[in-house]
Structures are given as structure tokens and as C-alpha cells.
């Protein structure tokens, strides 16, 4: 069983005070980039909220706590961790009772899962209204999860990305407005809840390993197309 740390009003500057949900490192994929070397999660206040979460609430738990916040209630899964389940795969009774939990409430959530059966996954929650973004660790793999049609995109940008920019198939790229703009952040903005926009949100490489993130997101150089 997959467990969490749920946090009813975080102290995150980035998401603002929100409810937040830390999830176990064993749903993190092997194959994300970033897995034990360049992820945010593993750096500062983030990473200590982290190691708490394999000994807080069962699932049953989280989703009582999803299930009792006020409609429309905006709430961020997995700050740190990814989808219920071990490695690349997803446990779906799992995650099919936190869609049921967020039902006319507005959660989102970011994952590195992959695999056709994960796509499926989350193909599903975002149908249902639990927002799901499919992480990019550069634009030519951006290019290539859009295409699915699982669910809306982000991605990691050099560090220098401009504001707004294009993959290399043309698809928009938007940087976060809580990285380009002052007094932003998930509460204000609500961008990457929706299910249904065709922007990708780009995140400009940032943080104690910037250097590793940026070098990785240089794999394919950026589009010169401003949208």
C-alpha cells in the first residue's frame, strides 16, 4: 500500500497555502532522469517533509482527507513522488479511489510514468478531473508525450529559456508564471490544473542542482519560434 503525508495548508512559497500531498519514494520511476540525482525533492525543506511521508497516512487515509475539503478546493499531489504504485507502474484501485476522493475538488499532479499502461492511467484520471501532467525532461520528448494525448505537458528548460518559446514540432511553451513573474504561485496561477490546456509549462532549470537539470534539458536545443 501506498502511503502519504498529507499537509492541509502548506508552507510552500511556490504553490502557497494549499493542501499538499508528499508521496513515498518507491512510486518514483528508476527511469526519470532524475531519480536519486538531479530531482528538487531531494534538496532543502522538501526533502524533509519527504522522508516523513513512509511513516504517515495509509491510502484509505488520503483519500478521506482529498474527500472532505471544500468543493473547488485547488490541492497538489505528490509535491514529491509520483502516482500510487512501485516504480514505473501504477497501482489503479489506487488511484482510481483518489479520482474518486477529488471529485468537485481541483487536484493536480505531475508524473514521470511512462509506460503504456501508465499513459492509460493517467489518460483516465485527467478524463475524470484529477489533472495529471506528463513531465518532460526536455522539448524533443515534450514533443513526444504530447503526442499521446494522455494528458497536458511540462518540461524542464535551460536555466536562460525566454518567457515564452516552441518545442522543435511548434507546439507552445509558456515558463511558469511563479518562476517569471513576482508574487505568483500554484494558488494564484492555477495553469498546470488544467486538464485541457494545449500550452506546455515550461520550468526553467533552478535550485542546488541546476547545473545537472539544465545540462539535461539541453539535450535537444530549444526552438527559436516565439508563440
Known amino acids: 500500500m501506498t502511503r502519504a503525508l498529507f499537509i492541509a495548508k502548506t508552507a510552500n512559497r511556490k504553490t502557497g497555502p494549499i493542501p499538499a500531498v508528499y508521496i513515498t519514494r518507491d512510486s518514483c520511476p528508476p527511469s526519470c532522469a532524475h531519480y536519486r540525482t538531479s530531482c528538487y525533492a531531494e534538496t532543502g525543506p522538501t526533502r524533509l517533509a519527504w522522508n516523513r511521508a513512509a511513516q504517515a497516512t495509509s491510502w484509505s487515509e488520503l483519500c478521506a482527507s482529498v474527500a472532505a475539503l471544500p468543493a473547488g478546493q485547488l490541492w497538489r499531489y505528490a509535491v514529491a513522488g509520483d502516482l500510487p504504485g512501485k516504480g514505473e507502474r501504477v497501482n489503479r484501485a489506487e488511484l482510481r479511489a483518489l479520482i474518486a476522493a477529488n471529485a468537485g475538488r481541483r487536484g493536480f499532479t505531475y508524473s514521470h510514468k511512462r509506460s503504456p499502461t501508465a499513459l492509460a492511467a493517467i489518460a483516465e484520471a485527467n478524463a475524470a478531473g484529477f489533472t495529471v501532467n ?67 509549462v515550461g520550468f526553467r532549470a533552478h535550485g542546488p542542482r541546476e547545473r545537472v537539470a539544465d545540462a539535461r534539458a539541453r539535450v535537444i536545443p530549444l526552438s527559436l519560434v516565439r508563440s
Open 134 to 200: 506528463l513531465s518532460a525532461d526536455d522539448v524533443g520528448q515534450a514533443d513526444q508525450l504530447a503526442a499521446t494525448g494522455a494528458g497536458p505537458v511540462v518540461v524542464v528548460l535551460p536555466s536562460d529559456a525566454p518567457e515564452r518559446c516552441a518545442t522543435p514540432d511548434g507546439r507552445p511553451i509558456v515558463v511558469c508564471p511563479a518562476q517569471s513573474r513576482a508574487n505568483v504561485t500554484c494558488e494564484s496561477c492555477q495553469l498546470c490544473q488544467r486538464a485541457d490546456r494545449t500550452t506546455i
